[in-house]
């Protein structure tokens, strides 16, 4: 593993948490750490490790960008590394508010269900 792969790994950790990195890993086969190696690479080691916008910046950005591909399963995990990046509750409902607007109310609607899921499960597990 190069020295990209292995900060993108580092900062998808940080961001998602280990709990779901490893996960992920666990289970993927050859044919599956292709795309891992890729995203880490690619996607976190390139794009998230870039200085020019925070990373509560980047969570919003991902909450609208699969909100707009109206990919649930994408926005629930967002949801929780937004959280964990510094968002409140009311930014990312902010967040899913102007996706209504620009993505369609369906997506948002889709998105909101998720956010509130999300926030039940961390109010269940919180200290």
Request: aromatic letters at 8%.
């Amino acid at each position: 593993m190069d020295e990209l792969t292995r900060e993108g790994e580092r900062i998808r950790r940080e961001v998602l948490g280990d709990a779901y990195v490893d996960g992920t890993l666990s289970g993927a086969d050859d044919f599956m750490m292709m795309f891992h190696d890729l995203s880490h690479t690619f996607c976190w080691g390139t794009v998230w490790a870039r200085p020019g916008l925070p990373r509560k910046f980047r969570s919003m950005l991902a909450l609208a960008m699969t909100t707009a591909l109206n990919q649930p399963h994408a926005v629930r995990l967002h949801v929780r590394s937004a959280l964990r990046n510094g968002c409140t509750r009311q930014e990312i409902g902010e967040v899913l508010l102007q996706a209504a607007v620009y993505c369609g109310m369906g997506a948002a609607n889709s998105s909101f269900n998720v956010a509130r899921e999300v926030f039940a499960e961390e109010d269940r597990t919180a200290p």
